[in-house]
T-cell receptor, first 110, second 117 residues
Framework: QKEVEQNSGPLSVPEGAIASLNCTYS??????FFWYRQYSGKSPELIMF????GDKEDGRFTAQLNKASQYVSLLIRDSQPSDSATYLC??????????FGAGTRLFVKA | EPEVTQTPSHQVTQMGQEVILRCVPI?????FYWYRQILGQKVEFLVS????????KSEIFDDQFSVERPDGSNFTLKIRSTKLEDSAMYFC???????????????FGNGTRLTVT
């Protein structure tokens, strides 16, 4: 069974701090990795995707991938209260199916 | 920015009734999907659809479920005889690529909240 694991949280950070969200996956052959943000009652919204080992930056967000350790992370710099949401790690192990983690709840305190 | 649209936003039905959930994927996307999320649980894959046929389906997607692309724009999910446990948020998604080693992100619609009573 292919799995994506995340700490459910909640992760609480003060406004302006860096939030660090982590994810591990079980299928070593996976090549496509995604981070989505989901507000309560809403649909997942794509934040970033990454395919290669290393870091990928987009504005305040940095995705980090380490395929040898089967580990993906998302850093949010200068966290804002509006970043408070559930962050979903998602992995496509090849094929048509994308597998989602249960999500980490982030609270950014003003 | 182009988006996936879903209708209705809410659907209440009685157990045993048929429901059809509708979606209009992003126009230049070729791969279409249905996912569901039971309240408080993970987003779960149901089915993918490419080139007018199912390309992959999960164990959840049994004979009570079917998908169709009746015209060039709509993509539907039918649940033939709903059960209480079908109550969930159903998300349609589309993508530009799929089925390969490197796949493009899913773009989700706003979802249909299905309540079976």
């Amino acid at each position: 069974q292919k799995e994506v694991e995340q700490n459910s949280g909640p992760l609480s950070v003060p406004e302006g701090a860096i939030a660090s969200l982590n994810c591990t996956y079980s299928d070593r052959g996976s090549q496509s990795f995604f981070w989505y943000r989901q507000y309560s009652g809403k649909s997942p919204e794509l934040i970033m995707f990454i395919y290669s080992n290393g870091d990928k930056e987009d504005g305040r967000f940095t995705a980090q991938l380490n395929k040898a350790s089967q580990y993906v992370s998302l850093l949010i710099r200068d966290s804002q209260p509006s970043d408070s949401a559930t962050y979903l790690c998602a992995v496509n192990p090849g094929g048509f199916k994308t597998i989602f983690g249960a999500g980490t709840r982030l609270f950014v305190k003003a | 920015e182009p988006e996936v649209t879903q209708t209705p936003s809410h659907q209440v039905t009685q157990m045993g009734q048929e429901v059809i959930l509708r979606c209009v994927p992003i126009s230049n996307h070729l791969y279409f999907y249905w996912y569901r999320q039971i309240l408080g649980q993970k987003v779960e894959f149901l089915v993918s659809f490419y080139n007018n046929e199912i390309s992959e389906k999960s164990e959840i997607f049994d004979d009570q479920f079917s998908v169709e692309r009746p015209d060039g724009s709509n993509f539907t999910l039918k649940i033939r005889s709903t059960k209480l446990e079908d109550s969930a948020m159903y998300f349609c998604a589309s993508s530009t690529t799929g089925g390969g080693e490197y796949n493009s992100p899913l773009h989700f619609g706003n979802g249909t909240r299905l309540t079976v009573t």
